[in-house]
Each structure stands twice: as C-alpha cells, then as structure tokens.
C-alpha cells in the first residue's frame, strides 16, 4: 500500500496492550512516522501525564486529548498514531479516532496488564491499593468504547511484537 492510498493507522487498547511499541516497530516495517499522543501532551505541555493529572485532573487532560485528535483529524500527514489508553472513553474522542485513520484495537487481558505495568509509578490510575482490581473495572468499562472505534481487533496476549505487527499488516 503506497503512502498515497493509506491513511493513518491508530493504535487503540488499554494501557499496556503495547501500543507505543508495536507503534514502533510498525512504522518501521511500512516506513511511516509514529507519533503517541501521551507523548505529544506531555511535550506540548511541559510535564508528564501524572503531573496533569495531579495538578490539573482527569478532565484537564482529557480536553488536552480531543484538542489534539481535532489537529491531528484535520491533517493530512499519513502516521502511525498510538492514542492513551482512556481517550476512547469520551464520545467525541472515539468520533475524532475515527476521522483520524483506521483503528486497531490491541486487545488484551487484566492479568497480561498487570504483569506488564503493576512496577510502572507513572500510570496515575493504578495508583491504588488494588491494581488487577482496578485494571479489571477499568477496563470493563471502556470495552464497549474500543470495540466501537475499531475496525480491526488483534488479541496481544502471549503473542510477540512481530507477531502483533505481522497480524496488522496482514489486516490492512
């Protein structure tokens, strides 16, 4: 598929589903730009994530979120786009993911999350006295979400990066 004919591809889950590295590794394999969101917010803002959400809220920065996916929808650059795993949520925002490319959605379990992130402090909403518990409810709600914006949904579980990207690719 040549530049031309595609458009942005936008990697969708939970938060340690592997967006941001299978965002990586695929941007390499079809020669594109990766970009992450969390990433873009925190340089545009001067501060990480958690910060934000410490000093200014949830709220705060799910604005920051859908003022950007309204920049990134109006472009015309073809990327691969890795969205935070909670920007979905808002009904807006999976509009506004929609607009932006095709969307993949790394779907993945409680326990594969928890394994990957339950050492991560920088992760404001397992900042918890349960975490699995947490990720479970988290994820429950905001299955609904995903499978709505998706167009493509690929299981991560137990499965490598290039296996991920390999499926994707083969889906496109």
């Known amino acids: 598929m040549s530049q ?3 458009k942005n591809i936008v990697l969708i889950g939970f938060m340690g589903c592997g967006k941001s590295t299978v965002g990586k590794v ?3 394999r079809l020669q594109l730009p990766v970009e992450d969101t969390d990433k873009l917010i925190e340089a545009r803002e001067g501060r990480t994530i958690s910060d934000i959400f410490a000093k200014e809220g949830e709220g705060y920065f799910r604005d920051l979120e859908t003022g950007l996916l309204q ?6 650059k073809v990327r ?16 506004l993911i929609k607009q932006c ?16 992130v339950k050492h991560d ?19 429950a709600s905001r299955e609904d979400a995903y499978n709505e914006c998706a167009d493509i ?3 991560v579980d137990e499965k490598s990066v290039e296996m ?3 499926e994707i690719i083969v889906r496109l």
């Open 4 to 6: 031309t004919q595609m």
């Open 164 to 166: 991920v990207v390999s």
């Open 153 to 155: 949904i690929v299981d």
């Open 71 to 76: 920049e990134i929808s109006a472009e015309s």
């Open 121 to 139: 402090t920088k992760r404001p909403l397992l900042q918890c006295d349960d975490p699995l518990g947490k990720i479970r409810e988290l994820m």
């Open 26 to 28: 695929l941007a390499k």
């Open 101 to 116: 490319g095709l969307v993949i959605y790394l779907r993945v379990c409680p326990e594969t999350v928890y394994e990957r």
């Open 80 to 95: 691969i786009l890795s969205v935070g795993g909670g920007t979905p949520v808002r009904l807006e925002n999976r509009k």
